[in-house]
C-alpha cells in the first residue's frame, strides 16, 4: 500500500483509495470563517462564535476522516494476509518549515499545504489501526526509491516519474499510474525488522494462532 496526498491508499491490486474530506463548499466555508476570525477582536463574542463555528467543521472533516480509516482498516485486514506499506516518519515530514528569524524558511505556504494534505489522508491512523486489526502482519517497508523504480524492470530514476499520477520507465517504457507502481514495489519490498535491519518477506511478529485439530 502507498500512501499519498490525491490518493490517500493506492493497493498493488490496482485499486485507489481516496479519503473523504470537506466538500468544495465547507471548505470554502471554512476560509471564509478563519479570515474573519483574523479580523475578529480579541476576547469578544463574535470572535468565540466563530472559533466554535470552526471547530464544528473541523471536527466534521476529522470524523469522516476516521470513519473512512476504520472500514478500510477493516477491509484490509479481512482480505489480506501481509499488509506492507512505507516506514514513514510522519511527524518529521509534517514539520513547519516556517524556520526562526535569523533562518526563515522556504516555500512555507507550499509546505504548509502539504502538510495539511498528509495530516488530512489519515496516513498515521490508518496504519495505527491496521497494526490493531491484523497484528503482526502489517510490515515496514523502506521507502527508499520506492517512487522511482520501475516496478515491471526494476530500474531507478528520477526522470521515470513524469508527473504526481504518471510513470513512465526511461529504460522499459513501461507506464502506469505512479502511485499504483510505487504500491507494487513496496508490494515487493523487504520488510524492517525493530532493530531496524531489511529481513526476507512474511509475517513478524505475528500472534499464535490457533491449529486446526484433525477430524475425529
Not at 490518493?7 to 485499486?15: H, I, K, N, P
Not at 525488522?193 to 513478524?204: L, M, S
Request: net charge positive; hydrophobic share 35%.
Amino acid at each position: 500500500m502507498d500512501r499519498g496526498v490525491a490518493v490517500a491508499a493506492a493497493l498493488s491490486t490496482g485499486e485507489l483509495l481516496r479519503c473523504p474530506a470537506l466538500t468544495r463548499r465547507e471548505q470554502q466555508r471554512l476560509r471564509r470563517l478563519q479570515r474573519k476570525l483574523a479580523r475578529a477582536s480579541r476576547g469578544s463574542v463574535r470572535r468565540g462564535r466563530l472559533k466554535r463555528a470552526i471547530a464544528q467543521l473541523q471536527a466534521r472533516g476529522a470524523d469522516r476522516r476516521k470513519d473512512w480509516c476504520e472500514k478500510t482498516s477493516t477491509d484490509l485486514a479481512r482480505r489480506f494476509d501481509v499488509i506492507r506499506v512505507e516506514n514513514l516518519k510522519i511527524a518529521t515530514m509534517t514539520r513547519s518549515a516556517r524556520g526562526t528569524a535569523e533562518k526563515p524558511g522556504r516555500n512555507v505556504r507550499q509546505k504548509a499545504g502539504l502538510n495539511r494534505g498528509i495530516l488530512g489522508s489519515g496516513w498515521g491512523l490508518l496504519v495505527r489501526r491496521l497494526d490493531d486489526k491484523a497484528p503482526g502482519r502489517v510490515e515496514k517497508i523502506s521507502p527508499a526509491y520506492t517512487s522511482q523504480r520501475c516496478s515491471a524492470c526494476g530500474h531507478i530514476a528520477a526522470g521515470s516519474r513524469q508527473s504526481q499520477a504518471l510513470f513512465r520507465c526511461v529504460a522499459c517504457g513501461n507506464t502506469l499510474n505512479a502511485d499504483l507502481n510505487a504500491a507494487r514495489n513496496i508490494a515487493a519490498g523487504h520488510a524492517v525488522t525493530a532493530r531496524g535491519g531489511d529481513r526476507d518477506a512474511g509475517p513478524v511478529n505475528r500472534e499464535p494462532q490457533p491449529q486446526l485439530l484433525p477430524a475425529t
